[in-house]
């Protein structure tokens, strides 16, 4: 008799469970692959089918248009036509344009500066012949970085790039400035819950749909394997990462990565291996993740100063530096139990 009231009872309980498991709303999941990265959507909600697919279209129509590695689109337009006068580009590029000239303003042009390119073209880095420059052509090249020299004209919709040689690259803001426009596509189609990851750069929308935050990993730089380090808590923001274990290569034990320091044309070495940005603007905090660029302490000071972005800073020793207001929404989950996380700044 026990036995038959025993199996009952899980029988019960594994009803309930199932019950409940149905309750939860399943996400439409979807992934993709565009901005040379994999690109993945947890979507809820009644349109969600819809939002996740008018997503991936939005994002390979503004691929085509900003990338510079295939012929045609806009940037490719803007290059080909530096020191020569103005062109008419797509509205939506003349605001990324904008947008990329107020990140650079933040540092003066220091951390993040799209007029890099020359320099990403010379190192290669991420390509298939990634190569270490000739001091010399670093000195001629660094000569034309200066975003000050993109001068935009509202009216006609039209850019120019001041200088004969002078190149703009939207890697460090593209999938950025997109992440904002994908938030965007969920709001217009009634999505209150959704997250898209682009290739490390990930939008929540809302919270999760049991009310509670979005759990974000936050990637171990050295891991081959993707492992983690810790885990932030978040709702209605970005969270982007750029770091030197994204694109790099190593020569004569030394690494070089795909970030380059727009002062010197060398890739960088700050003493930092990543920093996070969390803001309510993707587009702002790719560009701030350039902070990686200044090392710890200026780097610090650049969030600050931005005033509306925390920030979780990994030093090559090791250390998790994170801004004030992310103490009681970082935890540590580090496996490898290499890193140290300094609190109170230390
Ligand atoms: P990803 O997210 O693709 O790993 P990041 O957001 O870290 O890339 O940005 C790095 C890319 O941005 C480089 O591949 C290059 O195209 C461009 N870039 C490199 N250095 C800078 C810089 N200092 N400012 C702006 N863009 C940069
Ligand atoms: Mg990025």
């Not at 904008?98 to 500066?113: V, W, Y």
Request: proline share 4%; net charge negative; with cysteine.
């Amino acid at each position: 008799m026990k036995k038959y009231i025993c199996m009952l009872l899980i029988l019960c309980l594994s009803v309930l469970s199932a019950a409940c498991n149905n309750k939860l709303p399943q996400p439409v999941k979807s992934e993709d692959f565009a901005l040379g990265t994999i690109i993945d959507q947890d979507v809820y909600g009644a349109n969600a089918q819809k939002a996740s697919v008018e997503v991936f279209a939005k994002i390979k129509e503004l691929d085509a248009l900003w990338t510079i590695n295939s012929p045609g689109g806009d940037i490719n337009k803007l290059n080909d036509h530096a020191g020569l006068g103005y062109v008419e580009l797509k509205p939506e590029t003349i605001t990324i344009l904008n947008e990329a000239r107020k990140i650079s303003d933040l540092s003066s042009g220091a951390a993040f500066d799209i007029t890099v390119a020359p320099l990403v073209k010379a190192w290669g880095i991420g390509t298939d012949h990634p190569r270490l420059p000739a001091d010399n052509v670093v000195k001629q090249l660094v000569s034309l970085v200066n975003y000050k020299d993109i001068i935009i004209d509202q009216a006609t919709n039209s850019a120019a790039l001041q200088k004969k040689g002078q190149m703009v690259d939207l890697g460090g803001i593209a999938k950025g400035y997109i992440g904002d426009i994908v938030t965007d596509i969920y709001k217009k189609n009634g999505i209150t819950s959704a997250v898209a990851n682009l290739g490390g750069n990930v939008v929540v929308l809302g919270s999760k749909p049991d009310g509670s935050p979005w759990k974000i990993g936050i990637q171990n730089p050295r891991s081959e394997t993707s492992d983690i380090v810790g885990v932030v808590e978040v709702t209605d923001k970005a969270v982007v990462t750029s770091g030197d274990y994204q694109r790099y290569f190593i020569e004569d034990g030394k690494r070089y990565c795909h970030i380059i320091d727009p002062r010197t044309g060398y890739p960088i070495d700050s003493g930092l291996m990543s920093v996070t940005i969390i803001a309510s603007s993707s587009a702002d905090a790719d560009g701030l993740a350039k902070a990686i660029v200044l090392g710890l302490d200026k780097g610090m000071e650049l969030v600050k100063n931005y005033g509306k972005a925390e920030a979780i800073f990994i030093t090559a020793d090791k250390k998790i530096f994170v801004t004030p207001g992310l103490e009681d929404k970082f935890r540590l989950e580090d496996a490898s139990h290499e890193y140290t996380y300094v609190q109170n700044g230390g």
